[in-house]
């Protein structure tokens, strides 16, 4: 199936909430003496609920399009978030990762780009979909450390996206309502989760 595209252009409501959560498979267990053993299992993947104000009906048709084309968790598409998906930084240009990082590795020195990328900004390599969080940046250095760790090596050639961040996502549920009050107005709410 295509990656369809989140319908948000300026005639389409934009979203007048975001509750965006990470989340990292943890195993959490305990012993009669009080020792603790902590595993993480598989990777973290962001998930998000997105709400919009009430629709009208032509407001809400290419929301509604769209969900039944996804067929429910079935499908994938993209979406960017207002404010979330922005960068606050100064940086600008075309920053890329200075040579290859393999898998696991969460501090990467930035290329070819110039101001500084800022903590809480989220990025994109250009080479898989997964979305990370800067969790800190040396700007005398150009060092970005991510989290979660990359889940797929970058190269040199990895572009790297912090403004319009795209994220691949889909419906977290096979069963979408859309409640449409009596003066005609749609009321819509949507979780999403993130897919590699």
Known sequence: MTTLTWPQQPSNPEFNSINIKTNIPTVKSESLSGRV??????SQKWSMTLSYPPMTR???V????TIMQLRGSYGKFTVKLPILSTSQSSASGSWKADGTYASGISSITCT?????LAAGDFVKFSNHSKVYMIVGWVNTTNVMTIEPPLVES???TSTLTYNDVPFTASLNSDQQEFPVGTEGLFRYEVDIVEVL
């Open 37 to 42: 053993q902590v595993r993480q299992l598989g």
């Open 58 to 60: 032509s407001e809400f």
């Open 62 to 65: 290419p929301i509604m399009t």
């Open 112 to 116: 070819g780009g110039s101001g500084d």
């Open 154 to 156: 970058v190269t040199g």
